[in-house]
């Protein structure tokens, strides 16, 4: 009868709720039954004592064909236990459903019904006689319980998966079910064989059915009983019919998903893959595997599992087959946001997981909201699987800097932790873009310094002079070290003294806590004194790691005669210029290189200053990339009356940012708009998409700048704004000299009207991309992105030469902006010339900086610090007391009269005298053969 309960209208409220709880708690059974880890538990058991109820059956008609005139004690217990067990499981299923007519009517619910009465018949049998035919009735049933295995087959991970489970078990039962009705009927026929005559046991009725279903035929046994006949009849016509019609169905699933679908990886041990997911396109992919297995990491048995929901093609197909990645590397169609998928990847045993944003997309905050609930939804399913093996760190790529807020809110709403490692694409890319205008190619120094390269020029490529350098400097690469305790007591300039001069590498910041007990890196703290070198980080450049150790365990043979010849140096040549390093620009300290000329001449010409001078080439026409320490001054800019007094929240920002920023009282965007009469001059062009140009101009406007250039952002027309356009004006209204003009870089008469004659450098920002480009991997689409920004670039370049930075979505494109003849023989894109000249950006180099970040935890930090300046905090105290001002980075013209000088007397003496740490040099062409190019730390 059906299962539901009728109340009539006079029912009393206790009956009511009585009825509700009942069916709450009948409700909640089902589901434990049906969702949970215990329904799994409970149907797995059954089928173990399916099989076993199945295997006593097989050794009992073996041994003893008359089943149960003889059964043994322990037999009979074996049988009481599984009967109750499959009672007592059908029970709770048929009190936990809502319909009980339907329940019962189920063709599985009947099969798990009446398998549970072979003992009761058994019983009976023995008790009221009738003994044959009820036993007969025993044993078939008991037979069937080999169907009781369905209850297993459901829990596939996948429908290819569930369809072959269910192929397996039709036909295994049909097999199982043949032979045993084959063996029920003929238990009586003989076989004669080298050992005699005999009876057929289970084995022999299973040999036959294989011969029967494969239409072999052998004949050495045969069905002597009309019974025996008809179980081969029906084992032949069932086996026809549904197994070909099962193979069809298989081959149909198989045909919808390609081989990336059906793949998985299994993990031999921990530890030993990370996983990719998110924007996996040839773009994004070829530049951090060829980071990931460069040989400076040794990562020769890890593994990169690619999981991506749409099925790889062209480029990327190409990429992931080739013979240099196809041992390494698997592609899993398939998504993060899916614990199946996960675990085809073993997620719970990766030793990280990477998900990279689609930084072209048209909708970064959709992009970036993706991406954190990927991350989200990865540690949650993730993290804590297998604490045994150790702690798993996630990389994720964000767009937007406004995101970073959303992260941190759904992490402590969900309660999981923070992501351990964050990069924002927007904010390094426009940050290495606004230092590059008062730097040019400081985006290839940094790009270098996280780009792992040889050290030496590719073979294929024809020798020329500033090869050898050039490589040279890509041989170095960012890291953190520990201090030795050797170093306590000790200021940062002789510190970096010691690290330069016994080491050759360059110390440019230190990592310390801070009186509010937090850590922060300060970039040149000149006069910062080490107490316990324990507690303090240095980051240096160098050429490997072994570098980094040698700096953790150093220990002076002459502590202080050491120290004594750095400062001798100094004195000795007589270059006094204390007074200098307390000028806050470059650019004046390069004015007072030119009036102490004379002096600076006579000195150096003496013996000692002769003694110290070794020849090492013309370095006059070079430009240094240095980190300039700010030193104590006054705000310059007088106190300034806001627009309206609504803007209480906007002016307070203004007020903090004042500390740091050339800033001016917020304007609306119609009065930056730049008047065509107004003609600037040594002013910078950006030319692109209204973006987020916050990390591009704040760079630009530090207070340690005392000369500051107008910047004249060069925006489509209004007309092709959105709202997200003009909330962009907001962020940077506070900027000081800051102009709009619409117009377009391709356009002669809209680069006439911003003076492009006039200015100092030119940034070209990629195009906002009207479509998604292709997931599948093909670089086609990617490719036709830069055209605008290639136009842009070579209209302008017949307009001036002066320096001209354009970002670039596909390095392949580089060809576009030189001659052929300049990129011969150059496959590497750090060797291309564009690249090398400092002319051109690649997003690709973000995708790298994040593989970086993998072996060198920290490096975002540092980075973070040059390009921000430590953000709009510039001066803060350590946690023992002393001030420290942050640096920040400049580039100067090298004084001609240090040509001649050795290097590293260039560099301990700017060290020593003028508080400033050099990077490496920029080769200007008439000093490199006509091809300038950046000397990261010269020999």
């Known amino acids: 009868m059906d299962g539901v309960v ?16 009942e069916v709450e708690f009948r409700r909640a059974l089902r589901k434990k039954l049906e969702q949970t880890a215990l329904g799994f538990r409970v149907d797995v058991a059954n089928a173990a004592l399916s099989i076993i109820t199945v295997g006593f059956y097989i050794w009992e008609t073996s041994e003893n064909p008359d089943e149960g005139s003889g059964r043994e004690l322990y037999l009979w217990a074996v049988e009481i236990v599984c009967t109750f067990q499959f009672a007592c499981n059908y029970l709770l299923k048929y009190y936990a459903c809502d319909n009980r007519k339907n329940f019962v009517q189920e063709p599985h619910n009947i099969m798990d019904g009446i398998t549970t009465l072979p003992l009761i018949l058994e019983v009976i049998a023995f008790t009221i006689g009738h003994k044959e035919l009820l036993m007969l009735c025993a044993r078939v049933l008991r037979i069937c319980r080999i169907l009781r295995l369905y209850c297993i087959t459901r829990y596939a991970e996948s429908e290819i998966t569930q369809q072959l489970n269910k192929f397996a078990y039709l036909l295994g039962s049909s097999i ?24 057929i046991n289970f084995w022999d009725s299973l040999w036959v059915t294989f011969v029967t279903i494969t239409t072999v035929g052998y004949g050495d046994l045969t069905p002597e009983t009309w019974e025996g006949r008809m179980v081969c009849i029906v084992c032949i016509a069932y086996n026809f019919v549904v197994v070909p019609m099962e193979l069809n169905n298989l081959s149909v699933l198989l045909a919808m998903k390609s081989p990336f679908a059906r793949a998985s990886f299994r993990a031999r041990k921990p530890n030993e893959h990370v996983i990719v997911c998110g924007n996996v396109t040839f773009s994004s992919v070829s530049g951090f595997l060829q980071e990931f297995f460069h040989e400076d990491h040794g990562n020769t048995d890890m593994s990169v599992i690619l999981l991506h929901p749409v099925t790889p093609k062209g480029d990327l197909l190409q990429l992931i087959k080739s013979g240099k990645y196809a041992n390494q590397v698997k592609y899993i169609e398939g998504t993060p946001m899916d614990k199946v998928d996960l675990k085809r990847a073993s997620a719970t045993f990766a030793k990280g997981y990477f998900i990279l944003s689609d930084k072209h997309r048209a909708d970064p905050d959709m992009e970036d909201a993706s991406n954190i609930l990927r991350a989200l939804y990865i540690k949650h399913n993730s993290s804590g699987a297998n604490p045994s093996i150790g ?33 924002c694409t927007d904010e390094f890319k426009m940050g290495l873009l606004g230092i590059s205008a008062l730097c040019p190619a400081f985006t290839t120094l940094i790009s270098n310094l996280i780009t792992s390269a040889d050290d030496t020029p590719p073979d294929s490529l024809k020798a020329e002079d500033w090869h050898e350098e050039y490589c040279y400097g890509c041989g170095f690469e960012l890291y953190r070290t520990s201090l030795s305790r050797h170093f306590s007591r000790k200021s940062f300039r002789e510190i970096a003294a010691i690290v330069y001069t016994d080491f050759g590498a360059v110390m440019f910041a230190l990592d310390f806590v801070d009186s509010a007990n937090e850590r922060r890196v300060a970039v040149c703290p000149n006069d910062f004194v080490v107490g316990r070198a324990s507690s303090v980080s240095a980051f240096v450049i160098a050429p490997d790691v072994s570098v980094t150790r040698k700096i953790a365990t150093y220990q002076p043979k002459d502590q202080k005669s050491a120290i004594r010849h750095t400062l001798n140096f100094s004195n000795s040549a007589g270059l006094d210029c204390w007074g200098l390093c307390r000028r806050r620009n470059p650019s004046q300290a390069y004015s007072s290189f030119e009036n102490d000329k004379a002096a600076e001449l006579e000195e150096m010409n003496s013996a000692e200053g002769q003694d110290k001078i070794k020849a090492a080439g013309p370095v006059s026409e070079s430009r240094l990339l240095m980190s300039e320490a700010e030193l104590a001054r006054c705000d310059r800019n007088p106190k300034k009356k806001f627009v309206a007094a609504s803007l209480s929240d906007l002016v307070k920002k203004v007020a903090e940012m004042k500390k740091s920023y050339h800033t001016r009282g ?19 062009i950006v030319c692109g998409p209204l973006t987020n140009f916050y990390p591009l101009i704040a760079p630009l406007r530090r207070n340690h700048l005392e000369v500051i ?31 709009i003009l619409e117009g377009l870089a391709s356009d002669y008469r809209d680069l006439k009207r911003v003076n492009i004659e006039s200015c100092v450098s030119v940034i070209i920002l990629a195009p906002k991309p009207s479509t998604k480009p292709d997931d599948g991997g093909d670089t086609g689409q990617t490719d036709l992105v830069d055209a605008d920004s290639i136009f842009a670039f ?24 030189v001659p052929d003849a300049a990129n011969a023989g150059c496959a590497d894109t750090y060797m291309m010339a564009p690249y090398v000249r400092g002319w051109v950006f690649t997003t690709s180099m973000l995708d790298t ?40 980075v400049s580039q100067i013209p090298v ?12 560099f301990l003496h700017f060290l020593q005298e003028r508080g400033m740490v050099c990077l490496g040099l920029f080769r200007s062409p008439s000093s490199s053969d006509g091809m300038p190019f950046v000397y990261t730390n010269p020999k």
């Not at 767009?399 to 351990?420: F, H, L, M, P």
């Not at 917020?666 to 910078?684: F, N, Q, Y």
């Not at 209209?795 to 494109?813: G, M």
């Not at 430590?870 to 946690?879: T, W």
């Open 666 to 684: 917020p304007i609306e965007l119609e009065e930056a708009s730049l008047d065509v009469d107004l003609k600037l001059t040594g002013h910078i």
């Open 391 to 423: 702690e798993r760190e996630t990389f994720l790529q964000l767009i937007r800097q406004e995101s970073k807020s959303n992260v941190s809110a759904a992490c402590q709403a969900t309660g999981e932790g923070e992501i351990d490692q964050l990069v």
């Open 6 to 21: 009728a109340l009539d209208a006079g029912a009393v409220p206790e009956e009511l709720d009585q009825y509700e709880d």
């Open 849 to 888: 900086l994040i593989c970086q970040a993998f072996y060198n935890r920290d490096l975002l930090t540092v980075l973070r610090t040059l390009v921000t300046g430590g953000g709009e905090k510039s001066e803060f105290k350590s946690s023992d007391g002393q001030s420290i001002k942050q640096g920040f």
């Open 895 to 906: 004084p001609a009269i240090y040509a001649g000088m050795q290097y590293s007397a260039f």
């Open 176 to 199: 199982f079910m043949s032979a045993a009705f084959y063996n029920l009927f003929e238990k009586d026929s003989t076989k004669e064989d080298a050992y005699g005559v005999s009876k």
């Open 709 to 739: 250039q107008p910047i004249v952002l060069m925006v489509p027309p209004k007309n092709e704004w959105d709202n997200t356009d003009r909330r962009v004006w907001d962020k940077i209204s506070m900027f000081e000299d800051v102009w």
């Open 794 to 817: 070579q209209h302008i370049q017949r307009f001036t030469q002066r320096s001209v930075l354009v970002e670039l979505v596909s390095p392949n494109n580089m060809s576009f902006l």
